[in-house]
C-alpha cells in the first residue's frame, strides 16, 4: 500500500541552528501540507502546496519557514533558525482531489 | 477563530460496549468532517469521513452527522482493547485542496 514517507523519524537540533525535515508523499498525489503537533496538543496546520506554489499557510508559518518541492518526489520544510518553541512532532500529508490526505509517520523535532 | 472542540477525556469503556465520541465545529462553512484516530507517538490514521446529514457505517464505526446542531460523532461497537487511543475529529471547508482543522482529541480507553 503506497504511503507518505518521512525522514528523518527524529532530529535533535540546537536552537539557532536550521533544520531541513523530509516528505516523499503519494506519488500520484497532488496536494501536500504540513501540520505539527506540539506534545499533548492538538494537530496545526502549517502550510498546504499545489501546482509547484504555497496555496495557503497559517500564523505559525512565519519567515523562518519554507517549502519546497525540489524535484519530482520530494518536499521539503525548512526551518532557518530554529527556537525552542519549534519542538513538536511535524507530519507530512498528502492527497488527490478526490481522497483523504494520508499522513505520514512524523518527525519528531527537539530542539535543545 | 474557526474551532473544533472535542471532550479531551479520558473516557473510559468496557471491552465489548459502545464507545460514544463526539465533537462541535464553529464553522457554518464546513463541508466534510473526518475522524482519525492516533496512538501515542504516531500519526493520525483516519478511520472514516463524512459530507452528508445522517449516519455513515463501516464494520464497527458509525459516524454521525448534524449539520445544523454543528455536530458529529463516532460510535464504536463492540469495543476492542487495541481501540484505545485518542481520537481527532478534523473538519475543512471543502474536499479540495483545504487545510483539515483538527479538535484537540478524545483519549478513549478501552477497559478489559
Known amino acids: 500500500e503506497p504511503e507518505v514517507t518521512q525522514t528523518p523519524s527524529h532530529q535533535v537540533t540546537q536552537m539557532g541552528q536550521e533544520v531541513i525535515l523530509r516528505c516523499v508523499p503519494i506519488?500520484?498525489?497532488?496536494?501536500f501540507y504540513w501540520y505539527r503537533q506540539i506534545l499533548g496538543q492538538k494537530v496545526e496546520f502549517l502550510v498546504s502546496?499545489?501546482?509547484?506554489?504555497?496555496?495557503?499557510k497559517s500564523e505559525i508559518f512565519d519567515d523562518q519557514f519554507s517549502v519546497e518541492r525540489p524535484d519530482g518526489s520530494n518536499f521539503t520544510l525548512k526551518i532557518r533558525s530554529t527556537k525552542l518553541e519549534d519542538s513538536a512532532m511535524y507530519f507530512c500529508?498528502?492527497?488527490?482531489?478526490?481522497?483523504?490526505?494520508?499522513f505520514g509517520q512524523g518527525t519528531r523535532l527537539t530542539v535543545v | 477563530q474557526k474551532e473544533v472542540e472535542q471532550n479531551s477525556g479520558p473516557l473510559s469503556v468496557p471491552e465489548g460496549a459502545i464507545a460514544s465520541l463526539n465533537c462541535t465545529y464553529s464553522?457554518?462553512?464546513?463541508?466534510?468532517f473526518f475522524w482519525y484516530r492516533q496512538y501515542s507517538g504516531k500519526s493520525p490514521e483516519l478511520i472514516m469521513f463524512?459530507?452528508?446529514?445522517g449516519d455513515k457505517e463501516d464494520g464497527r464505526f458509525t459516524a454521525q452527522l448534524n449539520k445544523a446542531s454543528q455536530y458529529v460523532s463516532l460510535l464504536i461497537r463492540d469495543s476492542q482493547p487495541s481501540d484505545s487511543a485518542t481520537y481527532l475529529c478534523?473538519?475543512?471547508?471543502?474536499?479540495?485542496?483545504?487545510?483539515?482543522?483538527f479538535g484537540t482529541g478524545t483519549r478513549l480507553t478501552i477497559i478489559p
Open positions: 506519488s500520484n498525489h497532488l496536494y
Open positions: 500529508a498528502s492527497r488527490t482531489v478526490r481522497t483523504e490526505a494520508f
Open positions: 464553522d457554518r462553512g464546513s463541508q466534510s
Open positions: 478534523a473538519v475543512n471547508r471543502n474536499f479540495g485542496n483545504e487545510k483539515l482543522t
Open positions: 502546496f499545489y501546482n509547484n506554489e504555497i496555496s495557503e
Open positions: 463524512i459530507y452528508s446529514n
